[in-house]
């Protein structure tokens, strides 16, 4: 019987079992997340996607906006006060831009407007746009962006101006305030181009006078015909009345 069992259960010679139990080393444990550098980290956390806040509906809320006026200092308010005397004083004010002039050009540019009646005025552009934006000169705003300079005179000196920025060319002309009227650049040459007030009036005299003085010697022409006329008829009488 225990022969039977073990001839039965002991491998035979050429068989092999259904399975094998095969023994295999220790595995390592992979359910510990592999610890990650501290700069990753650092980088992670910083370049992580932050999805917005849902923003209320409208009208969910009051609207709550707080009007914050600033107030002006003395200081501003004064040289407020100076550039409104220049615009009320002064029939041409020039706007250029200073491209880097050095100083010593910018007193030569000085001397050379000041021989025409031109003075060089220097004013913040935080109080020229705050002065502008009160005054009816307000489409001259957009000129007052980065280093800035005015050049006035009492009376609207267009040529001398021009001629005088043809020397210094740091100096780009942006634009003027002639009679009240704003003009660009382009305006400004076309300005300078148009004859003097004396000139304009001289043509216009001229004008008018002429067809007055036309007009009396067409008046005075049929007088003197007829009178003419006249003596020839009477002369011609006369002689008729000798010859009879």
Request: hydrophobic share 40%; net charge positive; charged share 20%.
């Amino acid at each position: 019987m225990a022969a039977t069992l073990c001839g039965k259960l002991l491998p035979q010679k050429g068989w092999l079992p259904v399975t094998q139990s095969v023994r295999h080393g220790s595995k390592a444990v992979t359910r510990h997340k592999k610890p990650i550098h501290i700069l990753k980290k650092k980088l992670v956390a910083v370049t992580q996607y932050i999805p917005p806040k849902p923003t209320p509906p409208p009208g969910a809320y009051p609207c709550q906006t707080a009007v914050v006026q600033e107030q002006e200092s003395p200081l501003m308010r004064l040289l407020k006060r100076d550039v409104e005397e220049v615009f009320r004083d002064c029939k041409m004010v020039g706007v250029a831009q200073n491209n880097s002039s050095r100083s010593d050009d910018m007193m030569m540019l000085r001397n050379r407007f000041h021989k025409h009646g031109i003075k060089v005025k220097f004013f913040p552009n935080q109080v020229m746009r705050s002065f502008l934006s009160e005054s009816i000169y307000g489409n001259m705003t957009p000129l007052f962006i980065g280093p800035t300079v005015l050049f006035v005179s009492k009376e609207p000196k267009v040529k001398e101006m021009l001629a005088t920025l043809r020397v210094s060319p740091q100096m780009v002309l942006l634009g003027a305030c002639v009679d009240n009227t704003l003009l660009s650049a382009q305006g400004v040459a076309s300005y300078a181009r148009l004859p003097s007030v004396a000139v304009v009036q001289g043509e216009l005299v001229g004008g008018l006078s002429a067809p007055a003085s036309h007009t009396g010697s067409l008046l005075q022409r049929h007088p003197a015909r007829l009178t003419a006329l006249l003596q020839q008829y009477v002369a011609q009488r006369a002689k008729a009345e000798e010859a009879t």
